[in-house]
């Protein structure tokens, strides 16, 4: 088991503007494993994915992050990135000026039109409608989702780190990526999916319930999405 | 072929045009006319004085130009004037686009005039794009004057570009009278660096009723630079609607101003403007930092698109 494990978490706690928003957290993803986090809004599922890709104000105050048997912790962004971690940001950021082609340059510089052709679809993105488009306010928060995802996937990445995908797109355009999502990564890849609806948590085999900072259980998505639904057993939030 | 059209090609990424019988075309360099070449229904009209050229330009009424005009000013020595005085008229319901290339890539010590005199009459149509090298020495002054006025249902739209090099100064002076149910869009893009020195004033006028019309400014500032941008609409019309933006992104030790003017005459008439000055924006550089780009790539990205 410890030889498949891509990430290992290991009593993470993190701090913001002095106050305690992750506490010794212990978590181990396994290869080729889809992982949901599930967690009320506040919980703190965005800061442990930002933390875990390396976002600024993320840093851990104490414990250590493996990735692949290294320890990250201390890890530039763009290092983590080039080691194979992708994040794909809860609500994506506008960029004046910068087309839809550059943007999927910029995350797999080696990548063909073809390619991008492909995980445009994937994404329900039409190639030729969209690849000269800037990624700025004219498209709806639910387009620059799926450019989003796609420059996520496009990029081949070993861990992808999902922060509620399905947030600002509709429940066809949702079933569609579910379909989708198990072809698009390299064989061994891992997900990490952030959400606080059940039925998107399902499209992973094991799952963690995060609250108030600290990780409340751990186990196969069934007990984890029906414990969750019921009452969480920090809060009492149903 | 001469120098400046090499520096054209490689500045605009486009060959051949300055042969092409379907384009209209003109090439200043310094006071010598390099090449001109005018099309049915557009008169280019240009001769040779002091230190640069006199250029008066017609429409023919309901006269369409389907392929841009190119236009390439340019001093390539490091010393230099040039001087261009413009005059244009576009008659009524005509239309024509001019993509204008000034180039001076050596600079040490070269000065660019501009003074242009454009009419739009009714119904006619005009875009007017002016992107500028000034390559890496930092000596190039230029000031473009351009006074515009817009007839009933006309419209004008204007880009200067300054996306690569140093700037040197600029003196940017906009004066443009819209008339009734005419649209207006300005929109400039600067870089500076090193000491570059950047004044920007743009004035806009909504005399008519129902005009329209936006200033729009997105400058980078690097280095020791100095920015500052005045922009200007003033809505006499009934029901005249403006809008100001000005986004100056500035790192380093670059300085920036914007002062944006509202002056609203009449009641059923709006102005809105914004403005944004700061460093780099964090999440934008996170976003690409998190795709495996450094820093300085990131940065780069950003501040193309901001520039594009």
């Given at each position: 088991?410890?030889?498949?494990?891509?990430?290992?978490?290991?009593?993470?706690?993190?701090?913001?503007?002095?106050?305690?928003?992750?506490?010794?957290?212990?978590?181990?993803?396994?290869?080729?494993?889809?992982?949901?986090?599930?967690?009320?809004?506040?919980?703190?599922?965005?800061?442990?994915?930002?933390?875990?890709?390396?976002?600024?104000?993320?840093?851990?105050?104490?414990?250590?992050?493996?990735?692949?048997?290294?320890?990250?912790?201390?890890?530039?962004?763009?290092?983590?990135?080039?080691?194979?971690?992708?994040?794909?940001?809860?609500?994506?950021?506008?960029?004046?000026?910068?087309?839809?082609?550059?943007?999927?340059?910029?995350?797999?510089?080696?990548?063909?039109?073809?390619?991008?052709?492909?995980?445009?679809?994937?994404?329900?993105?039409?190639?030729?409608?969209?690849?000269?488009?800037?990624?700025?306010?004219?498209?709806?928060?639910?387009?620059?989702?799926?450019?989003?995802?796609?420059?996520?996937?496009?990029?081949?990445?070993?861990?992808?780190?999902?922060?509620?995908?399905?947030?600002?797109?509709?429940?066809?355009?949702?079933?569609?990526?579910?379909?989708?999502?198990?072809?698009?990564?390299?064989?061994?890849?891992?997900?990490?999916?952030?959400?606080?609806?059940?039925?998107?948590?399902?499209?992973?085999?094991?799952?963690?319930?995060?609250?108030?900072?600290?990780?409340?259980?751990?186990?196969?998505?069934?007990?984890?999405?029906?414990?969750?639904?019921?009452?969480?057993?920090?809060?009492?939030?149903? | 072929?001469?120098?400046?059209?090499?520096?054209y090609e490689k500045m605009s990424k486009i060959s051949g045009v300055f042969?092409?019988?379907?384009?209209?075309?003109?090439?200043?360099?310094?006071?010598?006319?390099?090449?001109?070449?005018?099309?049915?229904?557009?008169?280019?009209?240009?001769?040779?004085?002091?230190?640069?050229?006199?250029?008066?330009?017609?429409?023919?009424?309901?006269?369409?130009?389907?392929?841009?005009?190119?236009?390439?000013?340019?001093?390539?020595?490091?010393?230099?004037?040039?001087?261009?005085?413009?005059?244009?008229?576009?008659?009524?319901?005509?239309?024509?686009?001019?993509?204008?290339?000034?180039?001076?890539?050596?600079?040490?010590?070269?000065?660019?005039?501009?003074?242009?005199?454009?009419?739009?009459?009714?119904?006619?149509?005009?875009?007017?794009?002016?992107?500028?090298?000034?390559?890496?020495?930092?000596?190039?002054?230029?000031?473009?004057?351009?006074?515009?006025?817009?007839?009933?249902?006309?419209?004008?739209?204007?880009?200067?570009?300054?996306?690569?090099?140093?700037?040197?100064?600029?003196?940017?002076?906009?004066?443009?009278?819209?008339?009734?149910?005419?649209?207006?869009?300005?929109?400039?893009?600067?870089?500076?660096?090193?000491?570059?020195?950047?004044n920007i004033r743009e004035n806009l006028y909504l005399e008519g009723d129902?005009?329209?019309?936006?200033?729009?400014?997105?400058?980078?500032?690097?280095?020791?630079?100095?920015?500052?941008?005045?922009?200007?609409?003033?809505?006499r019309g009934r029901k005249s609607i403006g809008h100001i933006d000005c986004?100056?992104?500035?790192?380093?030790?670059?300085?920036?101003?914007?002062?944006?003017?509202?002056?609203?005459?009449?009641?059923?008439?709006?102005?809105?403007?914004?403005?944004?000055?700061?460093?780099?924006?964090?999440?934008?550089?996170?976003?690409?930092?998190?795709?495996?780009?450094?820093?300085?790539?990131?940065?780069?990205?950003?501040?193309?698109?901001?520039?594009?």
């Amino acid at each position: 088991m410890e030889e498949k494990s891509i990430l290992k978490l290991e009593n993470i706690s993190i701090s913001k503007d002095g106050k305690k928003i992750l506490e010794n957290i212990s978590l181990k993803i396994q290869e080729n494993e889809i992982f949901s986090i599930l967690g009320h809004n506040g919980a703190g599922k965005s800061s442990l994915v930002y933390a875990i890709m390396g976002i600024d104000g993320y840093h851990v105050d104490s414990g250590k992050i493996y990735y692949m048997g290294d320890d990250i912790t201390n890890m530039p962004i763009n290092e983590r990135a080039k080691r194979g971690i992708a994040l794909t940001w809860q609500e994506p950021v506008r960029f004046e000026g910068v087309s839809v082609r550059e943007y999927l340059s910029a995350s797999s510089p080696k990548s063909s039109e073809e390619e991008f052709r492909n995980y445009m679809e994937s994404f329900g993105l039409d190639y030729v409608s969209y690849i000269d488009r800037l990624i700025d306010d004219s498209l709806s928060g639910g387009e620059r989702k799926r450019i989003e995802l796609a420059s996520v996937f496009i990029s081949k990445p070993s861990l992808a780190l999902l922060d509620e995908p399905d947030s600002g797109i509709d429940y066809h355009g949702i079933k569609e990526i579910q379909n989708n999502l198990a072809n698009l990564l390299p064989k061994k890849s891992s997900i990490i999916l952030v959400t606080h609806q059940e039925e998107i948590a399902y499209m992973g085999s094991r799952g963690a319930i995060i609250c108030q900072g600290r990780l409340d259980d751990i186990g196969d998505i069934d007990y984890i999405t029906s414990k969750f639904k019921n009452k969480c057993s920090r809060c009492q939030n149903a | 072929m001469h120098d400046l059209e090499n520096h054209y090609e490689k500045m605009s990424k486009i060959s051949g045009v300055f042969n092409r019988e379907d384009f209209a075309y003109l090439m200043v360099h310094g006071n010598e006319i390099v090449k001109s070449h005018d099309l049915e229904g557009l008169s280019i009209k240009c001769n040779s004085v002091k230190d640069g050229v006199n250029l008066e330009f017609s429409l023919l009424e309901n006269c369409k130009i389907n392929n841009p005009v190119v236009i390439c000013f340019g001093v390539l020595p490091e010393e230099g004037i040039q001087r261009i005085n413009m005059k244009g008229i576009l008659n009524k319901g005509s239309f024509v686009e001019f993509m204008a290339y000034c180039i001076f890539p050596n600079g040490k010590k070269v000065k660019h005039y501009m003074e242009g005199e454009i009419n739009i009459k009714e119904n006619a149509s005009f875009k007017y794009n002016e992107i500028h090298y000034h390559g890496e020495n930092g000596g190039v002054k230029i000031y473009p004057n351009m006074n515009v006025s817009i007839g009933k249902n006309g419209s004008f739209r204007s880009n200067f570009k300054l996306p690569e090099g140093r700037s040197g100064k600029i003196n940017l002076n906009y004066y443009i009278k819209a008339g009734e149910n005419s649209r207006v869009e300005l929109t400039t893009k600067v870089m500076g660096s090193g000491n570059d020195d950047i004044n920007i004033r743009e004035n806009l006028y909504l005399e008519g009723d129902f005009s329209k019309g936006t200033i729009a400014s997105y400058i980078v500032g690097k280095g020791n630079s100095e920015i500052k941008v005045y922009n200007r609409i003033e809505a006499r019309g009934r029901k005249s609607i403006g809008h100001i933006d000005c986004i100056e992104t500035i790192m380093d030790n670059a300085h920036a101003m914007a002062i944006p003017i509202v002056d609203v005459q009449n009641a059923s008439a709006k102005v809105t403007h914004e403005a944004a000055i700061g460093g780099i924006n964090k999440k934008q550089l996170e976003v690409l930092m998190s795709k495996g780009l450094s820093e300085d790539e990131a940065t780069k990205v950003i501040l193309k698109g901001l520039l594009k």
